[in-house]
């Protein structure tokens, strides 16, 4: 469904990502893996059309969007949406209002139908009874689950996820990667997530691409990937144990 070729991408004085080519499976999850400043997130706003490849190529179905004009490339990305690191919700707004600002977008719909499928979609993520809260009376956990329910309003085939469980507590990270696979699952969404934790990425995802200073060093399954010998890859799956000596408790 999606294919990415030779996309390079530069900053002002730095090569972002280099020569990057892969292909994320459709109907599946995807995981985008690697420490912090590799190029996970730079990747993903390519893909979701934010921020343009210095070269490259991106194939979504079939269709070359840096050979298309930009009018084009949105109505191919109009069956695609992202959900921020931290929801990205706005504080002004309901629960319900929040899901429901792509259907007023969309504008076929009357404002009572709006409202009613807006709650049936936070219904889907297992939110019921907070339509009217205001965003500062949620939890973090449960802000995320209203971006993924707003994300599904666009009715995506696509959804691009930024480290959706950064800063969450053990428990609302495991609602979060359940809501993930159920949407995989039952509604066939090919999924693209970004993040650095891997449990939530083995926990759920299909597929696996590891980057590292801006370049792939690692594309294939979990199982592959556990037995990678790359001494980069292995370091970071399989970090030291921190283990205190009974000297170093001495002095405390």
């Known amino acids: 469904m999606i294919s990415l070729k030779n996309i390079n991408f530069f900053s002002t004085d730095a090569h972002i990502l280099k020569n990057i080519t892969f292909d994320i499976p459709a109907a599946k999850v995807t995981a985008i893996i690697g420490t912090s400043g590799s190029g996970k997130t730079t990747l993903l706003r ?10 490259g190529e991106i194939w979504i179905n079939g269709q070359n969007l840096t050979a298309l004009p930009k009018t084009d490339q949105q109505q191919i990305r109009s069956k695609m949406a992202i959900v921020f690191q931290h929801g990205a919700l ?11 600002f792509p259907l007023y977008e969309q504008g076929a719909m009357l ?11 936070l219904e889907m993520v297992d939110l019921h009874g907070v339509a009217e809260l205001s965003i500062d009376r ?9 971006a993924i329910a707003r994300a599904l309003a666009y009715f995506p085939e696509i959804i691009l996820y930024d480290e959706p469980t950064s800063g969450l ?7 979060i990667c359940n809501l993930i696979q159920k949407q995989q699952v039952q ?14 990425a083995f926990q759920i995802s299909n597929h696996f691409i590891f980057l ?4 792939i060093i690692f594309e294939g399954t979990a199982d592959e990937l556990m037995v990678a010998k790359d001494p980069y890859i292995q370091r970071f799956i399989q970090p030291p144990s921190r283990a205190y000596r009974t000297t170093d408790l001495v002095h405390f």
Not at 111 to 121: G, I, P
Request: contains cysteine.
């Open 90 to 100: 706005f504080d002004s707004l309901t629960a319900w209002e929040n899901v429901a």
């Open 187 to 200: 509604q066939r969404i090919t999924s693209v997530l970004v993040t650095h934790q891997l449990s939530m």
């Open 111 to 121: 404002l009572s139908e709006v409202r009613e499928e807006a709650e049936k979609l």
């Open 212 to 215: 590292y200073e801006g370049e």
């Open 138 to 146: 949620c939890s973090g956990g449960m802000q995320m689950r209203i």
């Open 169 to 175: 507590d053990p428990i609302a990270r495991g609602l």
């Open 46 to 55: 390519i893909i979701a059309g934010l921020n343009e490849p210095t070269n």
